[in-house]
């Protein structure tokens, strides 16, 4: 008898669906990695693609319908589409790697967003000087395309995050929203690297597809061509958890190869939590519908915010072709929405006339801990309330709540030319992970 003990592993794809000569999608030259999710979300998912028989009859009955694949060696190719459900939380990567370029969380989060890695100077600089709550000296200066990185900073025990708005300012990092009064002397300031949505000219791309494989000790599913279709995170006793949805263009099975589930590779940073940080959002609007000329300088309002949860949904538009049984080449990402719902236990008079005035702010939620390879923080630069922040949630006996609910905006705060928006620079959603200073 056989459990139901199942493992979870993604690779990624250097071609959409890893097709081979035949045009047959395949595992070889894949490198999957175990992912440490859930369990309950993994299943053999899918169902088959077909085409219904609606012929003529002389009788109540059905005929069978015609599978829509090929033919491989004489028979038909069995194959599935669907979705790929994984839920997992954002532990960071650690001392281990400089970037996550090769971690199950960059293969995750790249599936439906571009990525930036900070630069080797922005990993971790001591600043030589603090020139303001929006300014400081680094030891050495970042690269131009670090504009839109977020930024991390351990202030009077408690982890603050902001974004890059210029890099050479008199020689100085122009950030913001601002960090609070403690940034002063010669603080340690860590970069993250940035998951993003493009924006211009780069909208609707990724990083690259992935594949996916389970495992159990009587079956073994694959998944081929897999993209990201949504994000949801929220706080599970103070832990950030993501779930992630991927639209598969071909699933199959191939249990004759099942053997054990695989043990997860653990990273060893960790996890985020929603403790010892901060949710801000800008004093002011940044510069949204026309193009900024200096990079953003905006002051922090903290607020008092007990949870907060973000949806992230990316509309996938299938680029059809015949040439294969994927019957595609690639999905676009032809449209994206980002809800992010904050819950105060405190209401904020500040965006008290936001929702009727239009009012844009910059949205930043960070975690705990923040260190070397330690930290994650999300970030709309420019975001609009969906709600009128002054209807109060008062249908519990003990407080009084606000819930604010942003989705984004256009952003153009950055100081960037149209090749910096290639990178991070003006795009409208973000999420970072610190990594290792190595």
């Known amino acids: 008898m056989a459990v139901t003990h199942r493992s979870l592993s993604i690779a990624k794809e250097t071609t959409f669906g890893s097709p081979d000569t035949n045009g047959i999608p395949s595992s070889t030259g894949l490198t999957f990695v175990s992912i440490p999710c859930e369990r309950d979300p993994i299943v053999i998912a899918?169902?088959?693609?077909?085409?219904?028989?609606?012929?003529?009859?002389?009788?109540?009955?059905?005929n069978a319908p015609e599978p829509d694949t090929v033919w491989s060696n004489g028979d038909r190719l069995r194959r599935r589409?669907?979705?790929?459900?994984?839920?997992?939380?954002?532990?960071?990567?650690?001392t281990a790697a400089a970037n996550y370029d090769s971690n199950y969380l960059g293969y995750l989060l790249g599936a439906g967003f571009a990525t930036q890695a900070p630069s080797a100077n922005l990993k971790s600089d001591t600043a030589s000087a603090v020139t303001s709550v929006n300014q400081y000296t680094p030891s050495a200066a970042p690269a131009l395309a670090d504009v839109g990185l977020l930024v991390g900073s351990e202030i009077n025990g408690r982890a603050e995050y902001s974004a890059i708005t210029d890099n050479d300012v008199a020689g100085d990092v122009t950030v913001s929203p601002a960090f609070s009064a403690g940034?002063?002397?010669?603080?340690?300031?860590?970069?993250?690297?940035?998951?993003?949505?493009?924006?211009?000219a780069a909208t609707g791309d990724f990083n690259s597809s992935v594949a996916f494989k389970i495992d159990g000790a009587s079956f073994q599913t694959l998944a081929f061509g897999c993209v990201l279709e949504s994000l949801s995170i929220t706080v599970d006793n103070g832990r950030l958890m993501g779930?992630?949805?991927?639209?598969?263009?071909?699933?199959?099975?191939n249990h004759g190869a099942a053997s054990t589930p695989i043990e997860p590779v653990y990273n060893t940073g960790a996890p985020a939590f929603f403790r010892g940080s901060y949710a801000v959002i800008s004093g002011g609007s940044p510069a949204s519908s026309s193009n900024g000329t200096v990079g953003e300088t905006q002051s922090r309002v903290a607020l008092d915010c007990e949870d907060f949860s973000l949806t992230v949904t990316n509309t996938l538009t299938p680029l059809g072709y015949s040439n294969n049984v994927i019957g595609m080449s690639g999905m676009d990402i032809s449209d994206v929405s980002v809800e992010l719902s904050l819950t105060l236990s405190s209401p904020s008079a500040t965006v008290a006339d936001d929702f009727f005035n239009r009012t844009v702010?910059?949205?930043?939620?960070?975690?705990?801990?923040l260190g070397d390879g330690k930290g994650c923080a999300v970030m709309l630069p420019a975001a609009v309330l969906t709600n009128d922040p002054?209807?109060?949630?008062?249908?519990?006996?003990?407080?009084?709540?606000?819930?604010?609910?942003?989705?984004?905006?256009?952003?153009?705060?950055?100081?960037?030319?149209?090749?910096?928006?290639s990178n991070a620079g003006n795009s409208p959603f973000r999420i970072g992970l610190v990594v290792g200073n190595v």
Not at 184 to 200: D, E, F, I, K, M
């Open 361 to 369: 702010r910059q949205v930043l939620v960070g975690t705990g801990p």
């Open 183 to 200: 940034f002063s002397g010669t603080p340690t300031v860590r970069g993250l690297q940035t998951w993003y949505t493009p924006s211009r």
């Open 390 to 421: 002054s209807v109060y949630d008062v249908s519990g006996n003990d407080i009084v709540r606000q819930t604010l609910t942003y989705q984004q905006a256009r952003y153009a705060g950055d100081f960037t030319t149209s090749s910096y928006e």
């Open 46 to 62: 899918g169902e088959p693609v077909v085409s219904e028989r609606n012929d003529a009859r002389d009788g109540s009955y059905f």
């Open 81 to 94: 589409t669907g979705q790929i459900v994984c839920r997992v939380d954002l532990t960071t990567i650690g």
């Open 243 to 253: 779930e992630f949805t991927y639209q598969a263009s071909f699933i199959t099975d």
